[in-house]
């Protein structure tokens, strides 16, 4: 079965920086897409960042400029570089991946940005 495993949540000041990181594992043959949800308190889970095999990026407007998606396809391992953090991208990030027309989701990692 499939399993997404994510690192690099923390607590960290405006204008800081994180990385996150997530691996795939489990016999993937098709890795369609891999990206970043996140949903903060009392808000509706929302796309970050979004990558396909093909290399094809989808930001959501609030992260365009900031944060940087990228992807290691022999590693089936997603990166998101988070740069000039505001206190409004707290929030616990989710790493997802979709393979062939299944989602799968990590556990999802806390991100705090404090003002």
């Known amino acids: 079965q499939v399993q997404l495993v994510e690192s690099g949540g923390g607590l960290v000041q405006a204008g800081g920086s994180l990385t996150l990181s997530c691996a795939a594992s489990?016999?993937?043959?098709?890795?369609?897409?891999m990206g970043w949800y996140r949903q903060a308190p009392g808000k509706q889970r929302e796309l970050v960042a979004r990558i396909t095999t093909g290399g094809t990026i989808n930001y959501v407007d609030s992260v365009k400029g900031r944060f940087t998606i990228s992807r290691n396809n022999t590693k089936n391992t997603v990166y998101v570089q988070m740069n000039s953090l505001k206190p409004e991208d707290t929030a616990v990030y989710y790493c997802?991946?979709?393979?062939?027309?299944?989602?799968?989701w990590g556990q999802g990692t806390q991100v705090t940005v404090s003002s």
């Open positions: 489990g016999g993937i043959f098709n890795l369609n897409a």
């Open positions: 997802y991946a979709r393979i062939v027309l299944e989602d799968y």
